[in-house]
Structures are given as structure tokens and as C-alpha cells.
């Protein structure tokens, strides 16, 4: 548990105060949506949970990038990381479009 913890420790901050930050703009969001019924509202409260999900990925990301590399793995994700990476371009043009 200890060991955890100090990985944990080891996360970008940024990304944990982000993800922290949008899963209380979508929870105020979801709320106003509730309470207007305005699905523009609801709309935008998904976008802010997406966000605030990306950041989680980002900041578990960091945590494990912290830890000693197994040589099997490495050579598996080598193979698998142009696929990562197109993923993520497409999503940063789908998100501002």
C-alpha cells in the first residue's frame, strides 16, 4: 500500500488538479442541465466528464511512466505506440473542431 501511495506521490500534479477541476465543472454542469433541462447544458457536462476522464488517463500515465521497465513490455508497447499517438492527434483535432 505503502508503494502506492509513493507512485501516486510521483503523479503530475497538473493532470490530477485538471481532472479534479472538470469533474466538478461537469458535476455543476449535470446540475444546471437537471434543473433547466437544457441539453446543450448536458452536452457540454459529458464534454467536461470526458475531460476530466482524459486527465485520469494522463495522470495514471505519469504514475506508471515512474516505474521500472519490464523488457517485454517495452518491446510490446514500442510496437503498439504509432497507434497510441494517432489516437491522441485525432483526438486533440476532433476536440477542437
Same mark, same amino acid.
Given at each position: ?6 507512485? !501516486? ?6 493532470? +490530477?488538479? &485538471?481532472m479534479i477541476g472538470n ?6 454542469? @449535470? #446540475?444546471?442541465?437537471? !434543473? ?6 448536458? +452536452?457540454? &457536462? ?10 485520469? @488517463? #494522463? ?24 497507434? @497510441? ?13
Amino acid at each position: 500500500m505503502k508503494q502506492v501511495y509513493e507512485l !501516486i506521490k510521483k503523479g503530475n500534479k497538473s493532470s +490530477a488538479i &485538471a481532472m479534479i477541476g472538470n469533474t466538478l465543472i461537469a458535476l455543476t454542469e @449535470f #446540475i444546471a442541465g437537471a !434543473i433547466s433541462g437544457s441539453g446543450a447544458m448536458f +452536452a457540454a &457536462a459529458m464534454h467536461s466528464l470526458v475531460d476530466a476522464v482524459n486527465q485520469g @488517463f #494522463i495522470f495514471i500515465g505519469s504514475i506508471l511512466s515512474k516505474k521500472k521497465t519490464v523488457t517485454q513490455v517495452s518491446k510490446w508497447f514500442r510496437t503498439l505506440e504509432p497507434y @497510441f499517438q494517432s489516437n491522441s492527434r485525432i483526438g486533440c483535432i476532433d476536440d477542437d473542431i
